[in-house]
């Protein structure tokens, strides 16, 4: 973790140093984030995992069509699950495992056309909160469950992102973004939890801002 954060914090220092004589843009954003987690276990079905990302962004200019933007984005992750045996009734069981991230994504903007960008970067996640809410109804008795996982989980995440953005007049902004872990989320599997450890992050967010 340590050795991450010296290397964001390097980044953040160079790009600081070569944009010195350049316009420096701040602003806020938020959005939309459709997450899942992937992982190898056949027996689950996973589905998509609704949540909103929100924080400050910064634009440093470092060419004419080449700049970095840094972000602090608090984040909701996760994934939904479910399981059914058809040679048992009434086995059906629900999960959503809910992750809470501090996102530090750092992405290189590349401007196509006027206002257009391509967008890939590095982020660091810090984990704020990990929980597994469960349902289910196996022989007939209803149970509810609520666990929590930061025991199990690793306190760090480290992804790419993909993206594309779109700037209007300089201070509107919006963009789309699908971010690609490939860190695991869980260090202890445990079959209490249904969380396994080859189990990693993935994320399409859709996002919209206002540069002051």
Known sequence: MKKSILIFCALFSGATI??????????????????????DESELNSSAKYGFTAGLMAEIP???KLSIQPEIL??????KMTFSDPE???????STISLNYLNIPVM????????????AGPQIGILLKANNKSQDNFLGYENHENYNLSE???GVDTSINLGLGYQF??????DARY??????????????????????????????????
């Open 18 to 39: 070569l944009a010195q004589s350049e316009k420096v843009k701040l602003g806020v954003k938020g959005g939309v984030n459709i997450s899942s987690l992937t992982f």
């Open 62 to 64: 470092l060419a004419k």
């Open 74 to 79: 608090y984040s909701q992750q996760g994934v």
């Open 88 to 94: 048992v009734t009434n086995s059906n069981y629900r």
């Open 108 to 119: 290189l903007k590349y401007y196509v056309a006027n206002g257009l960008s391509l967008q």
């Open 152 to 154: 199990y989980s690793n």
């Open 169 to 174: 007049k300089n201070k509107f902004y919006a």
């Open 179 to 212: 971010n690609i872990s490939y860190s695991n989320v869980f260090k202890d599997p445990n079959d209490t939890y249904i969380i396994h450890n080859d189990m990693k992050n993935r994320v399409f967010q859709i996002t919209v801002g206002y540069f002051f």
